[in-house]
Each structure stands twice: as structure tokens, then as C-alpha cells.
């Protein structure tokens, strides 16, 4: 395939592919046709055809069913589909931090968090820094600890607020004071409610609604101890919410962080905390030796400064 020449290209193990053309492919996805596709990027249909004749040429495998009246992606075309979105989102980013290398500071800043009582810290964080930079915006970014991390390391979240156990060797990391207490998601009118706290031994026998993550399942298995191997799992889950919604519906008992279950509807979901109590420290964390834009520099400088001035 003869390139456009143009810096925006992409390459990887011996296959180029220009952001162009990614950008070509994505559209006639969204619009399940070549036709429309054509109409929306301005282009001829033939040079778009042309062009993803190509790009399948170059990558070696069949992108499209091509059907009567719309086309549908293959499986190699869905995984394409995937990473282009990563891609030109990364590069969209990357334009934006560029311009935003002048004096004004300006841009966005994307904020990674689970549904955590740390990310309480954030308005007061985000309100003095908006007095100084009313041009900065903010994107939050809610998952686990782990795709968190996962996005940070692509370039495509900026700051993470990441629940420990997590592993933070790639990152430059400030850990703050604030605990993370685990309790247990509950129907107000299930047998459990009635007690202050949970033991182990009242989560036997019952079915049971854990994290997706691994590292916080072998938390919760030193915590039960011997009772783990009695441990009746139904459900992972990797938010709270969703596990929540299992909750309410009968199919039994979330154990998760408190993070913003204080929040919600006390008459459809209630809580207890874990007895021994377990708790989970938090880091804010963002990738060593990577580029920042100017927002984020002097975002993170701010979050340091308020940090040393609070107890949070």
C-alpha cells in the first residue's frame, strides 16, 4: 500500500496503517455501509472502497461480510475495530496535549477511579485548581483498579486513583491517608441486617457476590481464612453497582468497598462492615517518564501542594 506521508502512521510487527485510513474504516463501520460512508468523509466511493481493499490487503485478512444492503465486521474486523478506537483516541489525545503547550493552560484531564470514598477527595482538589486554570476541563473515567492501570500505561488516562492491592511499579505514586473500609451488601429486609457487623462465619452458606480482581479475591481469603474454602461464590463483579442491582434482587450478599454505598438508597440496599475490619489503602497514581501536557503537570503539582496542607 503506497502511504500517505503523512507522521500519523502506525506500525507495528512489519504492518503500517495510516491513522487516515483508520479513521476511513471506523466510519463505514459506524454507518454500516460504504455509501453513506462515502457521503460522511466527503470521498468518492470508489477511492473509499479502494482504500479498505487495500488496508485488508495490507494486514492480511478479510475485515468485511459484505452484504446486499449493509456490511458486518468479521472477527478480525471487530478486533480492528477495537484498536483503532484505542488508537485514534490516543492520537485525538496527543493532538490536543500539543496544542496545549503555551503559556495559557488549557485542555483536559482524564482521571481514572473505582467507585471509591477517596475520589471524595477530588471536588475540593478540582474546585481550587478550577480558580486557577478555568479553562481546564475533566474527564472521570470510572473501573477498577486494574483497567485503570491498563489505560494509564496506553496513554489514555491521565491520573489514576487506584485501590491496593495493585501493582505500581511502572508509576510515580502518591498513596493517601484515606482508608477503604469492606462491608457487605445486604437487602434491608435480609437476616443480616440485623447485626452491626459481619463475620466470616455469617457469610457461609450463602450465596456470595466478590471483585472481579484477583488480588483483592486473595485479600478477602486471608481475611475469611480456613472459611474461604466454604465460601459459596454466585457472582464476580467489577463495580459496585452492578453487584449492588444482583443484591436487590435477592440473589444474595455483595462483600465490596464502602466507597459510595453511603450514597444510595438506604431503603433498597444497606450495609455492614466486616468484623474484623478490613480496610484498603489507595494511591494516586500516573505513569513514570511520560510526557504531560501543561493541565496535567500543574494538576499534579496542585494535588501535592493540597495534599501536604490536608489530611486526606
Same mark, same amino acid.
Given at each position: 500500500?503506497?502511504?500517505?506521508?503523512?507522521?500519523?502512521?502506525?506500525?507495528?510487527?512489519?504492518?503500517?496503517?495510516?491513522?487516515?485510513? #483508520?479513521?476511513?474504516? #471506523?466510519?463505514?463501520?459506524?454507518?454500516?455501509?460504504?455509501?453513506?460512508?462515502?457521503?460522511?468523509?466527503?470521498?468518492?466511493?470508489?477511492?473509499?472502497?479502494?482504500?479498505?481493499?487495500?488496508?485488508?490487503?495490507?494486514?492480511?485478512?478479510?475485515?468485511?461480510?459484505?452484504?446486499?444492503?449493509?456490511?458486518?465486521?468479521? %472477527?478480525?474486523?471487530?478486533?480492528?475495530?477495537?484498536?483503532?478506537? &484505542?488508537?485514534?483516541?490516543?492520537?485525538?489525545?496527543?493532538?490536543?496535549?500539543?496544542?496545549?503547550?503555551?503559556?495559557?493552560?488549557?485542555?483536559?484531564?482524564?482521571?481514572?477511579?473505582? &467507585?471509591?470514598?477517596?475520589?471524595?477527595?477530588?471536588?475540593?482538589?478540582?474546585?481550587?485548581?478550577?480558580?486557577?486554570?478555568?479553562?481546564?476541563?475533566?474527564?472521570?473515567?470510572?473501573?477498577?483498579?486494574?483497567?485503570?492501570?491498563?489505560?494509564?500505561?496506553?496513554?489514555?488516562?491521565?491520573?489514576?486513583?487506584? #485501590?491496593?492491592?495493585?501493582?505500581?511499579?511502572?508509576?510515580?505514586?502518591?498513596?493517601?491517608?484515606?482508608? &477503604?473500609?469492606?462491608?457487605? #451488601?445486604?437487602?434491608?429486609?435480609?437476616?443480616?441486617?440485623?447485626?452491626?457487623?459481619?463475620?466470616?462465619?455469617?457469610?457461609?452458606?450463602?450465596?456470595?457476590?466478590?471483585?472481579?480482581?484477583?488480588?483483592?479475591?486473595?485479600?478477602?481469603?486471608?481475611?475469611?481464612?480456613?472459611?474461604?474454602?466454604?465460601?459459596?461464590?454466585?457472582?464476580?463483579? %467489577?463495580?459496585?453497582? %452492578?453487584?449492588?442491582?444482583?443484591?436487590?434482587?435477592?440473589?444474595?450478599?455483595?462483600?465490596?468497598?464502602?466507597?459510595?454505598?453511603?450514597?444510595?438508597?438506604?431503603?433498597?440496599?444497606?450495609?455492614?462492615?466486616?468484623?474484623?475490619?478490613?480496610?484498603?489503602?489507595?494511591?494516586?497514581?500516573?505513569?513514570?517518564?511520560?510526557?504531560?501536557?501543561?493541565?496535567?503537570?500543574?494538576?499534579?503539582?496542585?494535588?501535592?501542594?493540597?495534599?501536604?496542607?490536608?489530611?486526606?
Amino acid at each position: 500500500m503506497c502511504l500517505w506521508q503523512s507522521p500519523q502512521v502506525v506500525e507495528r510487527h512489519g504492518i503500517e496503517m495510516e491513522i487516515r485510513v #483508520l479513521r476511513y474504516f #471506523l466510519t463505514v463501520v459506524r454507518e454500516q455501509g460504504i455509501n453513506r460512508a462515502a457521503e460522511v468523509l466527503h470521498i468518492t466511493q470508489p477511492t473509499l472502497s479502494r482504500q479498505l481493499l487495500q488496508l485488508e490487503e495490507e494486514v492480511g485478512v478479510k475485515l468485511f461480510h459484505r452484504g446486499a444492503r449493509k456490511i458486518t465486521l468479521t %472477527n478480525e474486523g471487530i478486533l480492528l475495530r477495537r484498536r483503532a478506537e &484505542e488508537i485514534l483516541s490516543l492520537v485525538d489525545k496527543t493532538e490536543k496535549e500539543l496544542a496545549e503547550q503555551e503559556e495559557l493552560v488549557e485542555g483536559r484531564i482524564v482521571i481514572g477511579s473505582g &467507585e471509591l470514598a477517596a475520589v471524595q477527595c477530588l471536588p475540593k482538589i478540582i474546585e481550587s485548581f478550577h480558580k486557577k486554570y478555568p479553562l481546564v476541563s475533566y474527564d472521570i473515567f470510572t473501573a477498577t483498579a486494574d483497567l485503570v492501570k491498563e489505560q494509564i500505561e496506553k496513554g489514555l488516562v491521565d491520573i489514576g486513583l487506584l #485501590l491496593e492491592p495493585v501493582d505500581i511499579e511502572k508509576f510515580d505514586f502518591i498513596r493517601l491517608g484515606q482508608k &477503604e473500609r469492606w462491608v457487605v #451488601l445486604m437487602r434491608p429486609d435480609s437476616p443480616l441486617a440485623r447485626k452491626e457487623v459481619i463475620c466470616a462465619q455469617d457469610l457461609t452458606g450463602v450465596s456470595l457476590i466478590l471483585p472481579r480482581r484477583l488480588n483483592v479475591q486473595n485479600e478477602l481469603s486471608n481475611w475469611f481464612g480456613e472459611l474461604f474454602q466454604d465460601v459459596q461464590i454466585l457472582f464476580t463483579s %467489577n463495580l459496585s453497582t %452492578n453487584s449492588a442491582i444482583m443484591v436487590q434482587g435477592g440473589l444474595g450478599y455483595s462483600v465490596t468497598i464502602e466507597g459510595a454505598v453511603p450514597f444510595w438508597d438506604k431503603e433498597k440496599i444497606v450495609y455492614r462492615p466486616l468484623y474484623p475490619e478490613l480496610t484498603a489503602s489507595c494511591v494516586l497514581a500516573w505513569k513514570k517518564q511520560q510526557p504531560l501536557s501543561l493541565a496535567v503537570s500543574k494538576f499534579l503539582e496542585h494535588i501535592k501542594c493540597f495534599l501536604s496542607i490536608s489530611d486526606i
